[in-house]
């Protein structure tokens, strides 16, 4: 199988995995190695050690963050933005608002606290804030890359509305971490391991500093007393190793997107792209073709992975709630697929691939 689905997740790296390792064994009792399973929240020595485990990976993922924040680990980027929504609205009363677009994690929590939903433009970049629509002392969500058609959102604009009327901005930056500089302007950031080639499972909350942010899960005090269940040393380790080897290869992982967008750009002519094509992550491509049926393009090209939009929601039968947003035809949003790739994805796996998606098309009599 083509695996071209990076938005939905992205494979394990090698490192990541060999990091994680270390902290699943059992003890070695004949080599004196007592193993890395133990509980952080243990103070004897093995505890200790995976503690240590914890924080070396904490500071591996702060460092793609901006600076005068802690950061919380979380199982995953779902829990992170109900976190800052739901007791970020009992900290910052004043209401929510939220860009139309948001991941279906921050949206419905923005409908269940009836935020003023903020609209998007036809090529799936926010409008400018307007001041009416922006709370007093609370919280604004603005996404940084849409993981369904990959724009960038204009999260500094969003953060300068929200601060001008003392409210704080939260960013998802699942799609973004490792691949996008993270503005400075936010106040609350979550973020997934599992879209940087780290393990499911883990994700965290960068809090700034001075946000008085109120626990979500009570219980033992874990995470700096702020998210308690025991932490898993493995998962953390290996979000970590996922940010380091980000970080290193930010450059190359960049480069590497940039020239497969361009393949797909030259292969795919008659497709009409969703979005803007400079205000985006091109390693996201979200096309569609008149007279293209997007749900049996899949079946038709099975050995290829690829989706119709979010993975939260591809099994629904629903139109997209982004391409609805944008303004996008039922029948238009219908013909649409998304495609993704990433670090693993090799030049000939991308062509082969849609070589196959364009054979299939074919199938439906679209030539």
Not at 14 to 43: I, K, V, Y
Not at 93 to 119: D, K, M, T, W
Not at 209 to 219: K, N, R
Not at 342 to 364: F, H, P, V, W
């Amino acid at each position: 199988m083509i695996y071209l689905d990076y938005q939905a997740t992205t494979p394990l790296a090698p490192e990541a995995r060999a990091a994680m390792l270390r902290w699943l064994a059992g003890p070695d009792e004949g080599a004196g190695d007592p193993g890395g399973f133990a509980n952080p929240s243990s103070t004897h020595k093995a505890g200790r050690a995976a503690a240590a485990a914890v924080e070396v990976a904490r500071d591996q993922v702060a460092a793609l963050l901006p600076r005068g924040g802690r950061l919380f680990f979380t199982s995953g980027a779902t829990e992170a933005l109900n976190w800052a929504l739901f007791r970020g609205a009992e900290a910052m009363p004043g209401g929510v608002a939220g860009l139309s677009i948001e991941h279906a994690a921050s949206l419905q929590c923005l409908e269940r606290l009836n935020a003023a939903i903020l609209p998007v433009g036809a090529d799936g970049v926010a409008l400018p804030p307007d001041p009416a629509l922006i709370p007093e002392n609370g919280i604004v969500a603005a996404m940084l890359v849409n993981n369904e058609v990959g724009t960038i959102q204009p999260v500094a604009d969003f953060a300068d509305a929200a601060h001008a009327k003392h409210s704080l901005l939260l960013c998802d930056a699942v799609q973004a971490y490792g691949r996008v500089a993270i503005p400075d302007g936010a106040d609350l950031i979550a973020l997934s391991a599992h879209k940087i080639h780290g393990p499911k499972g883990i994700g965290a909350l960068w809090v700034r500093d001075g946000v008085d942010l109120p626990p979500f899960m009570v219980g033992g005090a874990q995470e700096l007393g702020m998210r308690s269940g025991t932490v898993s040393p493995a998962l953390c380790a290996g979000f970590g190793a996922a940010a380091a080897l980000a970080a290193e290869r930010f450059d190359a992982d960049a480069a590497h997107a940039e020239r497969l967008w361009s393949l797909a750009m030259d292969m795919l002519p008659e497709w009409t792209l969703n979005g803007s094509a400079e205000r985006r992550y091109h390693g996201n491509l979200n096309i569609r073709r008149e007279g293209v049926n997007g749900l049996r393009l899949m079946s038709d090209a099975r050995d290829i992975a690829f989706s119709l939009g979010s993975a939260c929601g591809s099994g629904s039968g629903k139109v997209s709630h982004v391409l609805r947003a944008m303004g996008v035809a039922e029948a238009d949003a219908r013909a649409s697929i998304r495609l993704g790739w990433g670090r693993y994805t090799s030049e000939q796996a991308l062509r082969d691939g849609l070589n196959a998606i364009k054979a299939a098309a074919r199938l439906q009599g679209v030539n």
